[in-house]
């Protein structure tokens, strides 16, 4: 067993953050947490047990990254133009380039690298759309000791010959590596099912996708209502279908274990579609501005009672951190706000993008019975800040909520100094102060 101890940060199912100043975690050998509380107890109920106390540092739930693109990461930051032509001109060649396996294995091992060192734990990643690439980045993944839900890319239509694939090898090839990974590493790998979006997806191929995922009770991951032009092409492609969400809806892709990216162009009957389905919706702010996709109502989405995680969508999003795509989610729902000002709605502070970017994350996962908060039984997810980053020595403005403001909103890129996953250390940054 072992005892970490310092400032605490819990997550509330209810919403809200829960602050133990004092505060103490006792993970298992097995990388469950067995007590979370006062340190002062622990030290008394476990003092048999060395203790590790992270000083002028703040332990949090890692970070949960419900979108993002792994053969994309080359091209983070790079790049001008809306979706359409920005996938054409920049993301489409990078991805053809996964069918070399050895740039395979680089580009996996460096992305999960820097997810962990950034404080990501868990994270809902598409692959390229080839099989073998896909089984490297699982290689990876398990290596690296984070957890995963993922798929290769499915696509049969509207992109370059090299990277298309039939309905039956997409479907064929999902199972083959479903059954290869799927519960691997003591349940930290998850196999997703992720058709691209309807606008590269033939209509058998969203038959099958939807087939395959209730006779398997697997995720499925893809993209929602991201952009105005892309909304035009889904319109041309399925003009028999009332709305893009109903496309999905036609071929059995609302599900409980389903995930949609974006969704920011969203109509009050879409949006029924969706809670009756309890689908589940990953907010990428950043992307959504780097593309110029629009501007999501966050606030009012989440009153509506719809389950919202945040996705770095790397590489529509340009960085790996979750503290910059809860940043980008506070700052958003302020935009929202001057956009429409004769409506405007309370915005979303630090404290609450934080409990997005781990419990919601967890939540729209439909991981939160696994991880996201602190609650005993759960697996030890967790990282350490290391406060010396953020704060000024001496700094007058220590209150947890001043010191949870500056972590979202001035996250220095070396801010985490640990990063645990199921009780074991899987990052530990070096010559830490
Ligand atoms: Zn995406």
């Given at each position: 067993m072992r005892l970490y101890t310092g400032f605490l940060v819990h997550p509330l199912p209810q919403g809200g953050l829960e602050y133990l100043l004092d505060g103490a975690?006792?993970?298992s050998d097995f990388g469950q947490i067995v007590f979370m509380g006062a340190r002062a107890d622990a030290l008394c109920d476990y003092a048999d047990i060395p203790e590790e106390h992270c000083e002028n540092a703040v332990i949090l739930?890692?970070?949960?990254?419900?979108?993002v693109h792994l053969p994309q990461y080359e091209a983070a930051a790079i790049g001008t133009g809306e979706l359409l032509n920005?996938?054409?001109t920049y993301i489409f060649p990078l991805e053809a380039r996964f069918a070399d396996e050895e740039y395979a294995h680089i580009q996996s091992q460096r992305f999960f690298y820097d997810a962990v060192r950034l404080g990501t734990t868990t994270m809902s990643v598409y692959c390229s759309s080839h099989r073998r690439a896909t089984d490297i980045a699982f290689e990876a993944a398990f290596h690296a000791g984070l957890r995963v839900c993922m798929g290769k890319t499915m696509m049969d239509n509207n992109a370059p010959e090299n990277i298309l694939y039939s309905p039956d090898e997409n479907i064929n090839d999902s199972l083959a590596l479903a059954k290869a990974w799927h519960g691997a590493g003591n349940g930290r790998l998850q196999y997703t099912l992720t058709p691209r979006f309807a606008g590269s997806c033939s209509r058998e191929l969203l038959k099958k996708t939807g087939e395959t995922a209730h006779a398997e009770g697997l995720r499925i991951q893809t993209h929602l209502s991201e952009n105005p032009s892309e909304l035009r092409f889904i319109a041309e492609l399925f003009p028999e279908h009332a709305s893009y969400t109903d496309v999905y809806h036609a071929y059995g892709l609302l599900t409980?274990?389903?995930i949609m990216a974006h969704s920011i162009y969203l109509s009050s009957q879409e949006k029924s579609l969706l809670k009756a389905h309890n689908c589940a919706?990953?907010?990428?702010?950043?992307?959504?501005?780097f593309l110029q996709s629009g501007v999501m109502a966050l606030r009012q989405m989440l009153n509506e009672g719809l389950r919202i995680g945040l996705g770095s969508d790397v590489a529509g999003g340009s960085s790996l951190s979750m503290f910059n795509e809860a940043k980008e989610a506070a700052?958003?729902?302020k935009t929202w706000n001057i956009l429409h000002r004769a409506q405007e709605m309370p915005t979303v502070g630090a404290e609450e993008a934080l409990w997005l970017a781990t419990l919601g994350g967890a939540r729209a996962l439909g991981l939160d019975e696994v991880i996201g908060n602190f609650?005993?039984?759960?697996d030890a997810d967790f990282i350490v800040c290391d406060l010396n980053e953020i704060l000024p020595q001496k700094s007058s403005f220590v209150s947890p909520e001043n010191i949870i403001s500056r972590l979202v909103y001035g996250a220095h890129p070396h801010v985490v100094s640990k990063t645990v996953v199921q009780g074991k250390v899987v990052y530990q940054k070096q010559n830490s102060r």
């Open positions: 975690l006792v993970v739930p890692g970070m949960v990254d419900t979108h920005w996938l054409n409980d274990k389903t919706i990953a907010h990428c702010p950043c992307s959504n501005r700052e958003s729902s609650t005993v039984g759960k």
